[in-house]
């Protein structure tokens, strides 16, 4: 896979021709940081035991889509890093809307991007030692029988070729634009980032149903993000603000 942006932006490029969690190899590799230094990116595009959030499993066809994971070291401080796979989503919804002008690109909080209200990304962080690793998973080349779900989409099924080297290099440059400028100003409402997401957010406005933990479902209107990137969800005229680690799904109701 010849991808000369990608790595004119990324500290360290490796390209797998398959792997089983590209999270889990980078997690790996991290525990030398000289040769994995902050925005060291893994990828292939074939894997194998991929997973997403609360441990589901992630598989595709090989040469299907790309698994993308990043390593961050130049983080944010404790209390903003919740904001890093908004950030990703944002990112990544960013370098999709530049190959699909025509179509509507958002993000589903806390981890999807959509086109067309279908997904087509899905991310996941994970904290290591001194470090984050963002994953995430695009359908490029995807066909519609190889869609895991009705609600999926990829570049192919909206009839075009994925530019997946041009894709990759905005995505980096944006997170790494974003992450920075949390990092500096220390909250994401002052640094821009909780604007460009909330700029983003297409469950911003819906009435949701959320399922939680111990089978605790909440239903009401998602009506913003608050400083700390938790959704802020009315029901009964009390809002409550939702984390993203509290949540099994969030759906529309």
């Given at each position: 896979?010849?991808?000369?942006?990608?790595?004119?932006?990324?500290?360290?490029?490796?390209?797998?021709?398959?792997?089983?969690?590209?999270?889990?190899?980078?997690?790996?590799?991290?525990?030398?940081?000289?040769?994995?230094?902050?925005?060291?990116?893994?990828?292939?595009?074939?894997?194998?035991?991929?997973?997403?959030?609360?441990?589901?499993?992630?598989?595709?066809?090989?040469?299907?889509?790309?698994?993308?994971?990043?390593?961050?070291?130049?983080?944010?401080?404790?209390?903003?890093?919740?904001?890093?796979?908004?950030?990703?989503?944002?990112?990544?919804?960013?370098?999709?809307?530049?190959?699909?002008?025509?179509?509507?690109?958002?993000?589903?909080?806390?981890?999807?991007?959509?086109?067309?209200?279908?997904?087509?990304?899905?991310?996941l962080a994970q904290a290591t030692q001194d470090a984050v690793i963002v994953g995430t998973g695009v359908n490029t080349a995807m066909t519609e029988s190889q869609l895991p779900v009705p609600t999926a989409t990829s570049f192919a099924v909206l009839g075009t070729r994925a530019d997946s080297d041009r894709l990759l290099a905005a995505y980096l440059r944006e997170l790494d634009r974003l992450l920075v400028e949390l990092a500096a100003v220390g909250d994401a409402v002052s640094s821009g980032?909780?604007?460009?997401?909330?700029?983003?957010?297409?469950?911003?406005?819906?009435?949701?149903?959320?399922?939680?933990?111990?089978?605790?479902?909440?239903?009401?209107?998602?009506?913003?993000?608050?400083?700390?990137?938790?959704?802020?969800?009315?029901?009964?005229?009390?809002?409550?603000?939702?984390?993203?680690?509290?949540?099994?799904?969030?759906?529309?109701?």
């Open positions: 896979m010849d991808l000369p942006l990608t790595a004119a932006v990324a500290a360290h490029l490796e390209v797998l021709n398959d792997a089983g969690s590209t999270n889990e190899i980078l997690s790996e590799r991290a525990r030398e940081p000289l040769s994995t230094p902050h925005l060291s990116v893994l990828l292939t595009g074939n894997q194998t035991a991929g997973r997403g959030r609360l441990g589901r499993s992630w598989t595709a066809a090989p040469g299907a889509s790309l698994a993308v994971s990043v390593l961050l070291r130049r983080l944010p401080s404790p209390s903003a890093r919740g904001w890093i796979p908004l950030a990703a989503g944002a990112a990544m919804a960013n370098a999709i809307a530049e190959q699909l002008p025509d179509h509507e690109v958002a993000v589903k909080w806390p981890n999807d991007v959509l086109v067309d209200g279908r997904k087509i990304c899905g991310i980032l909780h604007d460009a997401v909330s700029r983003r957010c297409a469950t911003i406005g819906l009435d949701v149903r959320v399922s939680l933990p111990g089978d605790s479902v909440l239903v009401g209107r998602a009506t913003a993000l608050d400083d700390d990137g938790r959704l802020l969800v009315l029901a009964g005229g009390v809002e409550t603000a939702i984390s993203a680690g509290d949540v099994v799904h969030v759906r529309p109701a």
